[in-house]
Structures are given as structure tokens and as C-alpha cells.
């Protein structure tokens, strides 16, 4: 996967990582709110599938490149437990919030979530530096 990050680029791989979880998101939500049957089900499963690959190309990976390449040497240990905490305490708290949303929200929970994508991907696109090289 380095070779992949060095010849892409973070950035880039970050946006496609987003931006696909976000079609999967979004496709996930159509899977479960039309008339049920076979094509429905099929589309679940391959959104599903989808959002695990594009979290494994682009924010699963990257954000660990990125952030041990943004701060000088003497900051980055700290500066990377920080990023880790925050990591951590972002997946403990949806973890915590998710039965509550899927209870208000239901199967358009999934929604919000690729709200939220968009907007990291807008954040990647405007705010983040290519750090390769």
C-alpha cells in the first residue's frame, strides 16, 4: 500500500477514500428504503463491501501518513498521541451514538453519516496540504 500512497498521493487518495464512502453511504440508504427484494439486498451487501474498501485506500491509512508528516520531528510524538486520543474518543462516541440515531433516524441514519463525509471531504479538498515528497 506505501507504493500506492507515493505514486496517488495522500491527498488525493484521502478524497477518492472519502468521497467513495459517501456514494456508499448514500447507496446504502437507497438499498434499505426501497421495496424490498434480491436487487435491494445485493446493493446493501456491495455498499457495505464498497465502504470498507474506500476506508482502507483513503482514511483508514492516510490520516497516519499525513499526520506524522505535518509536524517537525521534536512535536510529532505528542502531536501523534494527540491525533491517536482523538481518533479513539471520535470511534468510542459513535459507537455510543449510533443505537440512539438508528432508533430516531432508522435506515436514513446512514444519511448523516455521509453528511459528515462530504464534509471531511470538503475540509481534505480546501484545508489539507499533499504532504508527499
Keep these: 500500500q506505501v507504493v500506492l500512497v507515493e505514486r496517488a498521493g495522500r ?13 456508499s453511504a448514500l447507496s446504502l440508504t437507497l438499498a434499505l428504503n426501497v421495496q424490498p427484494g434480491p436487487l435491494p439486498r445485493w446493493l446493501a451487501v456491495l455498499s457495505l463491501v464498497s465502504f470498507v474498501g474506500f476506508f482502507a485506500v483513503g482514511p483508514g491509512p492516510i490520516p497516519w501518513f499525513v ?3 505535518l509536524f517537525p520531528p521534536e512535536p510529532r510524538p505528542p ?13 468510542f462516541g459513535v459507537a455510543l451514538a449510533f443505537p440512539a440515531l438508528q432508533r430516531s433516524l432508522g435506515s436514513w441514519v446512514f444519511l448523516l453519516f455521509g453528511g459528515f463525509l462530504a464534509a471531511f471531504a470538503l475540509f481534505t479538498f480546501l484545508l489539507l496540504p499533499e504532504t508527499q515528497g
Design 79 to 91: 502531536a501523534m498521541a494527540a491525533a491517536a486520543t482523538v481518533n479513539w474518543a471520535a470511534n
Design 67 to 69: 499526520g506524522a508528516e
Design 11 to 23: 491527498r488525493r487518495l484521502l478524497l477518492i477514500g472519502l468521497l467513495g464512502m459517501m456514494g
